[in-house]
């Protein structure tokens, strides 16, 4: 039930209507909105190719499509995943539209550079769907040389526009981030009294300030290869295929910290907000997403064990890998330090908060596996990778953005979700999580390479394991978005507070004004002081 | 945005100039060397040159001789994310000689 000041009270989704309100809007709430359904739009594509995927492999022939469209169905499911939705998503779209409410400012440091940030990454979108409705691209979403630049016959160069214009989308977002954290605090607001959130968005916006210009080159250059075989990467012509590995994944490897920092950021946020403790050792995990964001660029050639780089690279780049597992592991233990003693409650964002600790944990466990030289050489380019990386970007990445939109959905709209249902999909997307990618460390260590749609019949009752896995994980992603767009018109009406949260974002009314707080917002105390913050009752309707 | 205790210093009209005809010679330098063979020192040289016209368009043209010390350290910092890619490829491609690759 609507109360009558609910209402009437002016927010940020009725100050103003019509299609030009939103599409030229410089509100970063607003433009958060557009990202989120942009790259629910974006994440939905990705989910097909990858239907698409698992129901050929149910069987161990290669019956429901031909190789060649097997090629494209990974590739662009690939591109679109990473490129256009786990990149932008928790920082363009809760980035945006908490980041300034979080430190107390009304809006980022250059709003118009916002907007146009994310009209790039429409227009990125919109070229790379050119490319895979016009026949799609092949070459997997590394593009590796020499495959990307001389045989392939798919839309390459149309892709990898796509991705180049993206990318400055990405550049533009860290840069905005960046300064209106350092120019924008409100009064009190200092450093170590900014909420972890802040902190990961600053150490993910450096990475993307830093590590993204070098992905725009590398597809310049890949394009005057295609285009004008100028022999950067050809042997032939003096070049070498390798160089193209290291600057690829320079970016690339920092990219998986993109997506995870900030899901990181949601975590501390719902795991100090559930359990009303303060966060353990708040500098040492403030300073740990730093050390992340900066180590993350020590380690790229760990992808690159067999592909010809020197045994000596391969030894640094081994060595050099475990040292991210130093602040990575800080984050698991000081979040589990922080439940101890806690008053714990099991709402959907805790579930979804428990269920990253879980899954990152083993994605970063096996990280160390394929860190390892030796390890590594068994297992490349095999399911056990695949299972890997979607342990960390899947079950890490995803299911802190997932936990951050049940987090913050009230204030966003300013309605409450139904919490049964939401505790159901949680439920329904960590099992179906693990159903599907479990089987396919057991199948990488038995050997199945990946990229293939046909395989030997003695994987099958792993991979028929794996596609019922992925049919369960579809349920648990169609829930909630039929109950969030369902709560828009029927869900009860959200209170300002109704986490008993300490951020200032909860200290204004939910949707919140227009520019964000009624008066500038004085800090007077650390991130997570439990002792004045009340959980507000949600109206019974 | 802006600080109102911050000044901006533009050089004059006259520096500016100086300093575009100091690139377009050190392009044409670049040039005829390229003209030359210096052997392996090409590469040295062209490299040296290119190095000297990024750090006069970044002193001048970018303004970091008169900007704060957190432009500074941006610049510092891009420098050494720059140092990162180019010294750890060169791990790779410097000892394949010496180490030889996985394999072979």
Redesign the interface.
């Known amino acids: 039930m609507i109360t009558a000041a609910a209402q009437e009270r002016e927010h940020y989704l009725n100050a103003s209507y019509g299609l030009k309100s939103w599409l030229l809007t410089k509100d970063h709430k607003r433009i958060g909105l557009l990202y989120l359904a942009t790259i629910t739009l974006f994440f939905f594509i990705g989910g097909a190719f990858a239907t698409l995927i698992r129901v050929e492999l149910l069987t161990p022939q290669g019956d429901l499509v031909s190789s060649e469209t097997y090629n494209k169905l990974f590739t662009m499911h690939g591109v679109m995943m990473i490129f256009f939705f786990l990149i932008p998503s928790i920082p363009a779209v809760l980035g945006n539209f908490f980041l300034p409410l979080m430190i107390g400012a009304r809006d980022l440091?250059?709003p118009k550079l916002n907007l146009l940030s994310w009209y790039l990454l429409v227009i990125g979108g919109a070229f790379s769907l050119y490319a895979m409705l016009a026949g799609g691209v092949d070459t997997g979403w590394t593009f590796y040389t020499p495959y990307s630049t001389t045989y392939s016959n798919g839309y390459v160069i149309a892709t990898a526009l796509g991705i180049f214009i993206a990318g400055f989308s990405s550049i533009l977002t860290g840069l905005n981030f960046i300064?209106t954290i350092?120019?924008m605090r409100a009064p009190g607001m200092t450093w170590f009294r900014m909420p972890l959130f802040v902190w990961a968005h600053y150490a993910t916006s450096l990475i993307q300030v830093?590590g993204t210009p070098?992905l725009a080159v590398t597809i310049v250059l890949l394009f005057l290869e295609r285009v004008f075989h100028l022999g950067i990467f050809d042997p032939a012509r003096g070049g070498?295929p390798?160089?193209f590995q290291?600057?690829f994944w320079?970016y690339s490897h920092p990219a998986v910290y993109i997506m995870v920092l900030p899901s990181m950021g949601v975590v501390s946020e719902i795991i100090s907000t559930f359990s009303r403790k303060a966060i353990f050792g708040y500098r040492i995990v403030a300073f740990s997403s730093v050390a992340i964001a900066v180590l993350g660029?020590?380690v790229?050639?760990h992808h690159?064990?067999?592909s010809?780089?020197?045994?000596?690279?391969?030894m640094?780049?081994s060595f050099l890998s475990y040292f991210v597992a130093i602040p990575s592991a800080i984050k698991v233990f000081n979040w589990t330090a922080t439940l101890y003693k806690g008053s714990i409650s099991f709402q959907t964002p805790m579930l979804y908060a428990l269920g990253f600790i879980g899954l990152f944990t083993i994605g970063g466990l096996t990280g160390l596996f394929v860190a390892a030289?030796g390890i590594d050489?068994h297992v490349t380019d095999t399911y056990f990778v695949v299972a890997h990386f979607h342990y960390i970007m899947v079950g890490g990445a995803l299911m802190g953005y997932l936990g951050g939109m049940h987090f913050w959905w009230p204030k966003i709209t300013g309605r409450m979700y139904p919490e049964g249902w939401a505790k159901l999909s949680a439920l329904v997307i960590f099992l179906g999580f693990n159903l599907t990618f479990f089987p396919q460390f057991i199948l990488g260590y038995l050997g199945m390479p990946r990229r293939y749609h046909a395989y030997p019949e003695e994987f099958q009752v792993l991979n028929v394991l794996s596609t019922a896995g992925a049919s369960v994980l579809a349920v648990g992603y169609m829930i909630p978005m039929i109950y969030f767009i369902w709560s828009l018109r029927y869900g009860k009406v959200a209170p300002a507070n109704p986490w008993g949260a300490t951020g200032l974002e909860w200290k204004t009314s939910s949707p919140p004004p227009v520019h964000n707080f009624e008066e500038t917002p004085i800090v007077t105390h650390g991130a997570y002081d439990y002792s004045t913050v009340i959980p507000q009752e949600v109206e019974v309707g | 945005m802006s600080d109102p205790h911050e000044t901006t210093h533009i050089d004059s009209v006259g520096t500016y100039v100086k300093i575009l005809l100091a690139l377009l010679v050190a392009t044409g330098v670049t040039t005829a060397v390229a003209r030359v063979d210096l052997g392996a020192f090409s590469t040295v040289v062209a490299l040296g040159i290119a190095c000297g016209k990024m750090l006069l368009v970044a002193l001048f043209f970018m303004h970091i001789r008169h900007s704060n010390k957190l432009t500074r350290l941006v610049v510092v910092g891009g420098l050494l994310w720059l140092a990162i890619l180019l010294l750890l490829t060169m791990t790779d491609f410097a000892t394949r000689g010496i180490l030889g690759v996985p394999g072979k």
Do not use: E, T
């Not at chain 1, 010809?308 to 391969?314: D, E, P, T, V």
């Open positions: 440091a250059f300064v350092h120019r830093l070098v070498d390798v160089l290291h600057l320079f660029f020590l790229w050639g690159m064990f067999v010809g780089q020197s045994l000596y690279a391969g640094v780049f030289l050489i």
